[in-house]
């Protein structure tokens, strides 16, 4: 413990003798140590006077001296004699910028507003700033990003952190960045003024994209809107020379062309050539509009100086009708009124199909200025007045009747007509067509009525066809018959041709029979005969008859007695006969 406190007495009076050591060695020897992060400013307590309006010192002159102390061990700056006061050394991050503001110099010349740039190390040497011709008040040149030891006493530092005490915001003292897809148009706050009549000033090279102010100025750069823009990345800007306003880029889309109308550039030169009498066209670069159109795709276009005209490259629908396109541009058109030759007033519906090429595109520009002009000073009053003109030659029946012709014609004069405004008309269609009311109804009436004859006619030719077919109908069916009846003759005469034919055949046959029959025949009698005559030789003439009687009766079951016997003369014997045969026939039925 007691140990502990000899050590502890012992440091610090070895601190103590070294604050006494350096105090006299100051005083002695004038001695000033300036570390690594610091910067001395020197201030001379007497000498001579500065010169009137001088704040700096620059030949031992009594006040703040133009030269700082770097970090070290500095010799003979008594303290009797000098005051030096250290300060930190300027940090500016990455990514930040810093101002700066001269309390010493020359004055700035009326025509600007910011201290030119001179040759002092980044503002770290105050004696070349002052020996350099370097400007007093707010500075054109700035600091980037570093570590800088700057003299204070000259020059005051606004950082990013510092901004607001100067009334500044601190995002202006960061790096600009212009994002992908953006221009930046620039306005300059310093330089001579733009020329008369210039909306703009002319594109300057070589100063870095406004990085380098000077020679910016010494270019003669002019002060305001700058023709010259930023394009996407980041960039060291001084927000006390230029302000910065970011825009999309110029997009062309797919199926257009765009076409560049100059406010600014070179001198106006005409080159559309002698045969183009209705506008001027001249090269990219001049004023006026531009030769060379612009096609599909993402350009960095000052928008301020530069007007872009769209023109469509595809095929474009004009209705002179109560629809509208989409691209609008037929929006104040309407269905055409026109009188007929019978004097009969009718609206005609008419789409117009119209088409501007690539390289075309800009004579149409040069000439009406948009497609919107084109339509509504162009086409609407050819298109409008040949279908007033035309209409008049014909009655509103034939206009109708002949709406295809019509349209033939339409299309060859208004495709004429808008090739002297090197616009192509593909095609001409007339839409619906609105004719009288008052003329419809007699028509309709006219057409109902003409329909009902044909109706008629159509109906009675019908009934013809329909009697026609029942004629043709019995007269099948009669032909039917008669063929049938011929076929029934036919059959009946083969019939009887067969039934002649079978009958000779059976006659013949039955000749054939008979004569068989009767050679039978004759050869039975003949049998007969011989024996009839044996017979009556045998028996004698009355016997053998009477052998023959009863083999007949025989033979042929001939009745000789009576079924029923009645006695002749006696009722009863009837009455009895009578009975038996009743009897009989009764039992004959069981």
Same mark, same amino acid.
């Given at each position: 413990?007691?140990?502990?406190?000899?050590?502890?007495?012992?440091?610090?009076?070895?601190?103590?003798?070294?604050?006494?050591?350096?105090?006299?060695?100051?005083?002695?020897?004038?001695?000033?140590?300036?570390?690594?992060?610091?910067?001395?400013?020197?201030?001379?307590?007497?000498?001579?006077?500065?010169?009137?309006?001088?704040?700096?010192?620059?030949?031992?002159?009594?006040?703040?001296?133009?030269?700082?102390?770097? +970090?070290?061990?500095?010799?003979?700056?008594?303290?009797?004699?000098?005051?030096?006061?250290?300060?930190?050394?300027?940090?500016?991050?990455?990514?930040?910028?810093?101002?700066?503001?001269?309390?010493?110099?020359?004055?700035?010349?009326?025509?600007?507003?910011?201290?030119?740039?001179?040759?002092?190390? #980044?503002?770290?040497?105050?004696?070349?700033?002052?020996? #350099?011709?370097?400007?007093? %008040?707010?500075?054109?040149?700035?600091?980037?990003?570093?570590?800088?030891?700057?003299?204070?006493?000259?020059?005051?530092?606004?950082?990013? /952190?510092?901004?607001?005490?100067? /009334?500044?915001?601190?995002?202006?003292?960061?790096?600009?960045?212009?994002?992908?897809?953006?221009?930046?148009?620039?306005?300059?706050?310093?330089?001579?003024?733009?020329? +008369?009549? /210039?909306?703009?000033?002319?594109?300057?090279?070589?100063?870095?994209?406004?990085?380098?102010?000077?020679?910016?100025?010494?270019?003669? %750069?002019?002060?305001?809107?700058?023709?010259?823009?930023?394009?996407?990345?980041?960039?060291?800007? #001084?927000?006390?020379?230029?302000?910065?306003?970011?825009?999309?880029?110029?997009?062309?889309?797919?199926?257009?062309?765009?076409?560049?109308?100059?406010?600014?550039?070179?001198?106006?030169?005409?080159?559309?050539?002698? %045969?183009?009498?209705?506008?001027?066209?001249?090269?990219?670069?001049?004023?006026?509009?531009?030769?060379?159109?612009?096609?599909?795709?993402?350009?960095?276009?000052?928008?301020?100086?530069?007007?872009?005209?769209?023109?469509?490259?595809?095929?474009?629908?004009?209705?002179?009708?109560?629809?509208?396109?989409?691209?609008?541009?037929?929006?104040?058109?309407?269905?055409?009124?026109?009188?007929?030759?019978?004097?009969?007033?009718?609206?005609? !519906?008419?789409?117009?199909?119209?088409?501007?090429? =690539?390289?075309?595109?800009?004579?149409?520009?040069?000439?009406?200025?948009?497609?919107?002009?084109?339509?509504?000073?162009?086409?609407?009053?050819?298109?409008?007045?040949?279908?007033?003109?035309?209409?008049?030659?014909?009655?509103?029946?034939?206009?109708?009747?002949?709406?295809?012709?019509?349209?033939?014609?339409?299309?060859?004069?208004?495709? /004429?007509?808008?090739?002297?405004?090197?616009?192509?008309?593909?095609?001409?269609?007339?839409?619906?067509?609105?004719?009288?009311?008052?003329?419809?109804?007699?028509?309709?009436?006219?057409?109902?009525?003409?329909?009902?004859?044909?109706?008629?006619?159509?109906?009675?030719?019908?009934?013809?066809?329909?009697?026609?077919?029942?004629?043709?109908?019995?007269?099948? #069916?009669?032909?039917?018959?008669?063929?049938?009846?011929?076929?029934?003759?036919?059959?009946?005469?083969?019939?009887?041709?067969?039934?002649?034919?079978?009958?000779?055949?059976?006659?013949?046959?039955?000749?054939?029979?008979?004569?068989?029959?009767?050679?039978?025949?004759?050869?039975? %009698?003949?049998?007969?005969?011989? =024996?009839?005559?044996?017979?009556?030789?045998?028996?004698?003439?009355?016997?053998?008859?009477?052998?023959?009687?009863?083999?007949?009766?025989?033979?042929?079951?001939?009745?000789?007695?009576? !079924?029923?016997?009645?006695?002749?003369?006696?009722?009863?014997?009837?009455?009895?006969?009578?009975?038996?045969?009743?009897?009989?026939?009764?039992?004959?039925?069981?």
């Amino acid at each position: 413990m007691l140990t502990s406190s000899v050590a502890l007495i012992y440091i610090v009076a070895s601190l103590i003798g070294l604050a006494f050591f350096l105090f006299f060695a100051r005083s002695l020897t004038g001695l000033v140590i300036i570390n690594e992060k610091q910067v001395g400013v020197v201030v001379k307590k007497f000498g001579s006077r500065l010169a009137p309006g001088q704040l700096i010192a620059l030949e031992g002159e009594a006040g703040y001296q133009a030269d700082t102390l770097v +970090p070290g061990w500095h010799f003979g700056f008594f303290p009797w004699r000098y005051s030096v006061k250290k300060t930190t050394v300027t940090e500016i991050p990455q990514g930040q910028i810093a101002l700066i503001v001269a309390a010493a110099g020359d004055t700035i010349p009326p025509e600007r507003i910011l201290g030119k740039i001179v040759d002092c190390d #980044n503002f770290q040497d105050a004696r070349k700033f002052l020996q #350099n011709g370097g400007e007093r %008040g707010r500075q054109l040149g700035i600091l980037t990003a570093g570590t800088y030891r700057i003299n204070q006493a000259l020059f005051t530092v606004i950082t990013s /952190e510092t901004a607001v005490s100067h /009334e500044m915001a601190p995002d202006e003292l960061h790096v600009y960045t212009v994002m992908p897809d953006r221009v930046g148009i620039v306005t300059t706050l310093d330089g001579q003024p733009i020329d +008369p009549g /210039e909306i703009a000033g002319p594109e300057i090279h070589g100063h870095d994209n406004y990085q380098n102010g000077q020679i910016f100025l010494d270019k003669n %750069g002019r002060r305001g809107l700058q023709e010259q823009v930023l394009l996407s990345g980041s960039w060291n800007l #001084n927000p006390w020379f230029v302000d910065v306003e970011q825009v999309p880029m110029t997009q062309i889309p797919i199926g257009h062309v765009g076409i560049v109308i100059a406010y600014v550039g070179k001198a106006h030169l005409d080159v559309s050539g002698e %045969g183009f009498k209705y506008g001027n066209l001249v090269d990219p670069g001049h004023k006026g509009v531009w030769v060379l159109p612009l096609y599909p795709g993402k350009h960095p276009l000052n928008t301020r100086v530069l007007k872009v005209e769209l023109v469509p490259t595809t095929n474009i629908v004009l209705n002179w009708a109560s629809r509208t396109e989409s691209h609008k541009y037929d929006a104040k058109l309407s269905p055409i009124t026109v009188r007929s030759k019978d004097g009969f007033a009718f609206n005609l !519906d008419v789409a117009q199909i119209i088409h501007i090429g =690539a390289l075309d595109a800009p004579k149409v520009i040069s000439r009406v200025g948009a497609v919107q002009n084109l339509v509504d000073h162009v086409l609407q009053p050819i298109v409008g007045n040949y279908f007033r003109n035309s209409a008049q030659a014909y009655t509103v029946l034939d206009f109708l009747g002949a709406r295809s012709e019509r349209q033939v014609e339409a299309t060859m004069h208004i495709r /004429e007509a808008l090739e002297a405004y090197d616009v192509q008309a593909i095609d001409t269609l007339i839409g619906d067509i609105t004719p009288p009311e008052q003329l419809m109804i007699t028509q309709t009436d006219r057409k109902i009525a003409e329909e009902q004859r044909k109706t008629f006619e159509i109906q009675q030719l019908a009934q013809e066809q329909r009697q026609a077919l029942v004629r043709a109908t019995s007269m099948a #069916n009669i032909q039917q018959e008669m063929v049938q009846s011929e076929q029934g003759v036919q059959i009946a005469e083969l019939k009887a041709q067969s039934s002649i034919k079978a009958a000779n055949g059976q006659a013949e046959a039955n000749r054939v029979i008979s004569l068989s029959e009767a050679d039978a025949i004759r050869s039975k %009698g003949q049998a007969k005969a011989e =024996a009839y005559q044996a017979g009556v030789k045998a028996l004698g003439g009355e016997g053998f008859t009477a052998v023959q009687l009863m083999q007949i009766i025989g033979e042929q079951q001939v009745r000789v007695v009576p !079924d029923v016997s009645v006695s002749n003369g006696k009722v009863g014997g009837m009455v009895d006969g009578l009975l038996g045969l009743m009897l009989k026939d009764k039992v004959d039925d069981e």
